[in-house]
């Protein structure tokens, strides 16, 4: 029985109490529905008023016990009250103070700020891949919401520098700027920008103008929502065999195929492996679609004879399951 259900029949219980010693006195002592319903008022709130009327013995009897049957009772109804709003303030405080202590020990994470329609899906795909995430929201309409979802958060001011310490930003390897408007989103990432220099920043433009703005301002990438979906309502109209394969590609449902990004790190394998030598088609099944250099250089559709690097992004294509195999053997 949750506590606002325990109220209520608690209440009920009392209002019963309460008839029950209005038709007593009725019954025994015959007063009218007044003078008995004023009488148990005065016994169960124990005021000392004097009583309406002679009360016989077995008037009496009673009296002492609706006195311990009433007052007890709602004495006890005072307390589950009392108790129901003190716990419940416990329970958010030292459920605050559970998500303090766990957002002061993330370390390399994502702090992602603005949980609208955009902020949230954004949460939504990261955490496929980790927990390792704090959101920062103002709006508390929206806390439910984050609750309900099960999200590290702060309720702030993502522009306040205090609101970022709080978070992380020191310790923080991403930075997602996704506020409203575009000028608070300038504004958030010169803030994010001052804080930790070396932090990786996306931000989100309204509009074209903006993005320049955004760049200067310390964006490693600028993205418009609204740039994304023409282009991808475009695609489905002009291309939509091409638009179905990249859905089904791009989403993240474990039966589909899938692409993905694999770094190769200094002590895989693979260092210094040309591509027909890796078994990389073989051993997983899978397509590589281009080796992205460590110098930024893309190379789509690698030639058999590609060398793999220390610092090389490979992008493959395949089963899920064979992917994650050859997503732990480059990083092993």
Request: charged share 20%; glycine share 8%; proline share 2%.
């Given at each position: 029985?949750?506590?606002?259900?325990?109220?209520?029949?608690?209440?009920?219980?009392?209002?019963?109490?309460?008839?029950?010693?209005?038709?007593?006195?009725?019954?025994?002592?015959?007063?009218?529905?007044?003078?008995?319903?004023?009488?148990?008022?005065?016994?169960?709130?124990?005021?000392?008023?004097?009583?309406?009327?002679?009360?016989?013995?077995?008037?009496?009897?009673?009296?002492?016990?609706?006195?311990?049957?009433?007052?007890?009772?709602?004495?006890?109804?005072?307390?589950?009250?009392?108790?129901?709003?003190?716990?419940?303030?416990?329970?958010?405080?030292?459920?605050?103070?559970?998500?303090?202590?766990?957002?002061?020990?993330?370390?390399?994470?994502?702090?992602?700020?603005g949980?609208?329609?955009?902020?949230r899906?954004?949460?939504?795909?990261?955490?496929?891949?980790?927990?390792?995430?704090?959101?920062?929201?103002?709006?508390?309409?929206?806390v439910?919401?984050?609750?309900?979802?099960?999200?590290?958060?702060?309720?702030?001011?993502?522009?306040?520098?205090?609101?970022?310490?709080?978070?992380?930003?020191?310790?923080?390897?991403?930075?997602?700027?996704?506020?409203?408007?575009?000028?608070?989103?300038?504004?958030?990432?010169?803030?994010?920008?001052?804080?930790?220099?070396?932090?990786?920043?996306?931000?989100?433009?309204?509009?074209?103008?903006?993005?320049?703005?955004?760049?200067?301002?310390?964006?490693?990438?600028?993205e418009?929502?609204?740039?994304?979906?023409?282009?991808?309502?475009?695609?489905?109209?002009?291309?939509?065999?091409?638009?179905?394969?990249?859905?089904?590609?791009?989403?993240?449902?474990?039966?589909?195929?899938?692409?993905?990004?694999?770094y190769?790190?200094?002590?895989?394998?693979?260092?210094?492996?040309?591509?027909?030598?890796?078994?990389?088609?073989?051993?997983?099944?899978?397509?590589?679609?281009?080796?992205?250099?460590?110098?930024?250089?893309?190379?789509?559709?690698?030639?058999f004879?590609?060398?793999?690097?220390?610092?090389?992004?490979?992008?493959?294509?395949?089963?899920?399951?064979?992917?994650?195999?050859?997503?732990?053997?480059l990083?092993?």
């Open positions: 029985m949750d506590k606002l259900t325990r109220i209520w029949v608690a209440a009920a219980i009392a209002v019963l109490i309460f008839i029950g010693g209005t038709a007593g006195y009725m019954i025994i002592e015959d007063w009218s529905l007044v003078d008995s319903a004023y009488m148990t008022a005065i016994t169960v709130s124990t005021v000392g008023f004097l009583e309406v009327h002679d009360v016989g013995t077995t008037g009496r009897i009673f009296t002492m016990v609706l006195i311990f049957v009433g007052v007890g009772y709602f004495l006890y109804l005072a307390g589950v009250i009392v108790q129901s709003i003190v716990e419940g303030e416990l329970v958010t405080i030292l459920g605050r103070r559970k998500l303090n202590k766990e957002i002061e020990k993330l370390e390399n994470h994502y702090i992602i700020c949980y609208g329609r955009i902020g899906m954004l949460c939504k795909l990261v955490k496929e891949e980790t927990s390792n995430m704090v959101v920062i929201e103002k709006d508390e309409a929206l439910s919401v984050l609750e309900k979802d099960n999200m590290l958060y702060l309720n702030g001011d993502a522009s306040s520098e205090e609101t970022l310490r709080k978070a992380g930003i020191e310790r923080a390897a991403y930075f997602v700027a996704a506020l409203a408007t575009d000028t608070a989103n300038v504004f958030l990432v010169l803030t994010a920008r001052q804080l930790n220099p070396m932090i990786y920043i996306m931000a989100r433009a309204g509009s074209q103008d903006v993005k320049q703005k955004l760049m200067i301002a310390g964006a490693n990438k600028v418009s929502p609204y740039d994304i979906g023409a282009a991808s309502m475009g695609l489905k109209l002009l291309r939509p065999s091409v638009s179905s394969f990249l859905d089904i590609a791009l989403s993240r449902k474990e039966e589909a195929i899938q692409i993905e990004e694999s190769v790190s200094t002590h895989s394998g693979f260092v210094n492996v040309a591509l027909k030598d890796s078994g990389i088609r073989q051993k997983y099944n899978l397509i590589v679609i281009a080796v992205k250099k460590e110098s930024g250089e893309m190379l789509f559709n690698p030639s004879d590609t060398l793999l690097e220390a610092g090389d992004t490979v992008i493959a294509m395949g089963p899920p399951h064979n992917l994650n195999l050859f997503h732990k053997d990083n092993p």
